[in-house]
């Protein structure tokens, strides 16, 4: 069983920055960021193989957002650098047992409760 827990969310101009944590009890294999917008569907944004620290990101992430997880995987780490307006969400952290990476909302067994980005422009 995997409990997430997330944080750091918050209101920021464009241009700024934010770090969402996410505190982990448990041992997943993989885990990842997500975001949902309003009005839209859950989309992901990054995930980390939390054994060898592999990670992957989505395109509109990869150069501004870092997935990270500390050496005792008791948190995760989504640091967020010039961040935009259309990164508003709802950021949720997800778990999987699985040691596969996945982008996919159904690769992921545990989610966290969100923790609202807003960017203003």
């Known amino acids: 069983q995997v409990h997430l827990v997330e944080s750091g969310g918050g209101l920021v101009e464009a241009g700024g920055s934010l770090r969402l944590s996410c505190a982990v009890s448990?041992?997943?294999?993989?885990m990842g960021w997500f975001r949902q917008a309003p009005g839209k569907e859950r989309e992901w944004v990054a995930c980390i193989r939390m054994r060898d620290g592999t990670t992957n990101y989505t395109d509109s992430a990869k150069g501004r957002f870092a997935i990270s997880r500390d050496t005792a995987w008791r948190a995760l780490y989504l640091q967020m650098n010039n961040l935009k307006p259309e990164d508003t969400a709802v950021y949720y952290c997800?778990?999987?047992?699985?040691?596969?990476?996945?982008?996919?909302?159904?690769?992921?067994?545990?989610w966290g409760q969100g923790t609202q980005v807003t960017v203003s422009s």
């Open positions: 448990g041992r997943p294999g993989t």
């Open positions: 997800a778990a999987s047992a699985s040691l596969r990476m996945s982008a996919a909302t159904s690769g992921y067994d545990y």
